[in-house]
């Protein structure tokens, strides 16, 4: 049996599993190439592209997308199952998770690591200033009013969000018209910031206090014999509550929608009994239902205030942060791009993100005492 | 009995007080978007309904040779005659229930005899939006029969842009999410704790602080300005709610399933495409939606990726640009403002269910 023949011997070679395993890196190899050159073709089409009609460039663009992900994964697989069974165990497990982990890690960890970095630089990231930016950022008097307006986002955002949401469940949960009521405070959600900001800008709308009004609430306050307000300009401090409302206006779905299937989740019984024994609808509101849903009070509640501390696009395009509206992440795109300062910029941005660490700490808690893992 | 009417009168009618200040905004945006632009600049939106105005029901234009610095005297064809100075005319002189009214200026002007009475302001009309969606000049018809020719704002291929955006952004991070989430929940592997703790801990993660060092990998690899460059950030931002949403779902369906498949000499592969993707629809469909709509309303990440570049702009840069440069123009901003929200609109009273859901299961987003 020590005979080999050529012709054997390329079998046992193609059956080799190191043979076999190279081959399989061809395909993988093929779509990495085709991925990298779809990747520069299609920035190029976008670079270059006044010749080009435009849809081509979005089906060509969806096609790299969306075909570049089913390729990579089918070939990597295909590379992978090649291997000897003891490497498929171990290898295939990083061709399921491998990608989301890098592109998290580039999109996310790193740019976290960077920016942490140069809030501790000057300017323009040359040389090393410690804590400059941060004493800079917590004593300089624009933004302290900076940080008392996101005070006002948090605190008055947050607390009405989610009190508008609670009243509308707890009233939707009574009516027969609930399923309609629902969508009609839940509708503003599927609307963008810059969209609500044209939408209040028009209910906030001034003209001369000679012309008829066609801002629905100047109409109203000259209606009653008032004066004319630009709300969103100079009307201070109060014109961040008039930015506050639009949030409030946009959130107040999402935090009834919760509390309803919070409130759902409640034992009718519970209820019941509290009647029968004479509870008013207010105790029953205050003394059972509140405690029963105190856990989705606090996750909803959670949620806005990031949502607060993070807002960026009402107050940009309402009043561009002017007029002492401005907030963290206005200052951050200021600092950054009208002033170029990319040590305070990247302060705030740290800032922002020391201010959701709780947050983060207490989510990974949570997940710690799950059982899956 | 009649307490409990009125009890749930009580609750309706709180909830319709409540409805009606929730959609009256919107409202307003949608009539003023089809009205003339000379209306919606010069009259409340709420105009359309009958109420009671000073209603034109004659013209006299006086003659260029009647001096207008003197006063001067109009007769109605009911009789009814005014003399007054021009100052006045300006303001409105009432008399036997008319009011004799000076529009326009001084030289070219003419004199509008009007009566108070019942009317509603109903000129629709689609110039609004014929001129935000075309390029170049757009000529648009005004109710009093003049043109007015201005640039367009051609909000179509904005409308474009945003599609071509938020397709790949919404599909390539559920791509990733769906076998990241597989792997986790159904595969063993070292770091598999830690490894998922750190999509856990992303979730909350402000995307401010991510913006400026992805912005510099761009500018050196030069795809800024690129959808290329949305699209990835948005897969990255995406990411950690998509991954733990999926393994949510994933992880929790039955496990018989799945080793009567592995019995039967399935590979993971195999099990994943055909199993675990048809049988996750709804999760996936789920965060799709939101997604879809976290994208297409996304302002921010476009602002700093796409930028100034006007070939390129998604359709809430090109709305806040409008913003910025016409604010007074109502017409256009409305008009604008709808096109922007139609899409979400549709989805989300097409597929509301499942953006409830989603909403739901992740209740953190970065």
């Known amino acids: ?373 | 009995m009649k307490s409990k009417f009125a009890g749930s009168l009580l609750v309706n009618g709180m909830l319709a007080v409540i409805c009606l200040l929730w959609t009256i905004p919107t409202f307003g945006l949608l009539v003023s978007s089809f009205r003339d632009r000379i209306d919606v600049n010069t009259s409340g939106w709420w105009t359309i309904f009958p109420h009671q105005d000073w209603v034109s029901v004659q013209e006299v234009t006086p003659d260029a040779s009647v001096n207008r610095d003197v006063p001067m005297t109009f007769k109605a064809d009911s009789g009814t005659s005014v003399t007054a100075p021009f100052e006045q005319l300006q303001i409105g002189v009432e008399k036997d229930g008319y009011r004799f009214q000076w529009i326009g200026n001084r030289r070219v002007g003419y004199l509008e005899i009007q009566k108070y009475t019942w009317t509603s302001n109903t000129n629709f009309t689609l110039e609004n939006y014929k001129q935000v969606l075309s390029s170049g000049n757009y000529t648009a018809a005004l109710k009093d029969g003049t043109t007015e020719t201005a640039l367009g704002d051609n909000m179509t291929h904005a409308f474009l842009n945003s599609v071509a955006v938020a397709v790949p952004a919404t599909v390539i991070p559920i791509a990733l999410a769906a076998f990241a989430a597989y792997g986790f929940a159904w595969m063993k592997f070292p770091g598999r704790k830690m490894l998922f703790a750190l999509v856990v801990g992303l979730l909350v993660i402000p995307l401010q602080i991510a913006l400026i060092p992805i912005l510099k990998d761009y500018v050196a690899l030069h795809v800024n300005g690129t959808f290329l460059a949305v699209w990835l950030a948005h897969t990255g931002f995406g990411l950690p709610l998509a991954t733990y949403l999926m393994f949510n779902y994933i992880s929790e369906l039955p496990r018989d399933i799945l080793e009567a498949a592995f019995v039967d000499g399935a590979s993971h592969f195999t099990i994943f495409t055909q199993l675990i993707v048809p049988l996750s629809v709804p999760a996936l469909a789920s965060f799709a939606i939101f997604q879809f709509l976290w994208v297409w309303n996304d302002y921010l990440v476009a602002l700093i990726f796409i930028g100034a570049s006007p070939t390129n702009q998604l359709i809430t840069q090109r709305l806040a640009e409008i913003v910025g440069s016409r604010g007074q123009d109502w017409h256009l901003l409305t008009a604008g403002a709808f096109i922007t929200m139609i899409l979400p609109l549709a989805v989300f009273f097409g597929l509301q269910r499942y953006f409830v859901r989603g909403m739901m299961a992740g209740s953190v987003k970065g």
Do not use: C
């Open chain 1, 1 to 373: 049996m020590s005979m080999n023949t050529p012709e054997s011997s390329r079998k046992s070679l193609i059956s080799s599993p190191v043979v076999r395993a190279v081959a399989a890196l061809v395909p993988l190899a093929i779509s990495l190439v085709i991925l990298t050159w779809g990747f520069f073709f299609v920035r190029d089409l976008q670079l270059v592209k006044n010749t080009i009609p435009q849809l081509f460039i979005v089906v060509i663009a969806i096609i790299w997308g969306v075909g570049g992900v089913v390729l990579l994964f089918t070939t990597a697989n295909f590379f992978v199952e090649q291997l000897p069974e003891l490497w498929v165990h171990r290898l295939q497990p990083f061709i399921f998770i491998g990608p989301a982990i890098l592109m998290l890690t580039w999109a996310l960890v790193i740019p976290t690591i960077r920016t942490i970095i140069s809030a501790f630089f000057d300017e323009a990231s040359v040389g090393f200033v410690g804590m400059k930016n941060f004493v800079y950022v917590f004593t300089n008097p624009a933004m302290l009013t900076v940080f008392r307006n996101n005070l006002l986002w948090v605190i008055f955002g947050t607390t009405f969000t989610v009190s508008a949401g609670l009243i509308v469940a707890v009233l939707a949960d009574r009516s027969r018209f609930e399923v309609a009521a629902k969508a009609m405070i839940f509708m503003p959600m599927a609307i963008s910031f810059v969209g609500a900001g044209v939408i209040w800008n028009f209910v906030y709308a001034a003209k001369p206090v000679d012309a008829p009004q066609i801002g629905l609430l100047n109409s109203i306050v000259v209606g009653f014999g008032g004066q004319p307000q630009a709300w969103t300009a100079f009307f201070q401090p109060w014109n961040n509550f008039f930015l506050i409302v639009i949030v409030i206006w946009l959130q107040a779905g999402y935090s009834m929608v919760l509390f309803s299937a919070a409130i759902k989740g409640i034992p009718a019984e519970i209820m019941e009994a509290a009647r029968v024994d004479g509870a008013t609808e207010l105790q029953v509101f205050f003394q059972i239902m509140i405690p029963q849903i105190m856990g989705t009070i606090i996750a909803v509640s959670t949620t806005v205030v990031i949502f607060t501390l993070k807002i960026f696009d009402v107050v940009w395009v309402m009043t561009g942060g002017q007029y002492d509206t401005s907030v963290i992440s206005t200052e951050f795109y200021r600092q950054y791009f009208t002033y170029n300062n990319n040590g305070i910029g990247s302060a705030i941005a740290v800032v922002l993100f020391i201010a959701v660490i709780p947050v983060m700490v207490y989510n990974l808690r949570q997940f710690a005492q799950r059982e899956v893992f």
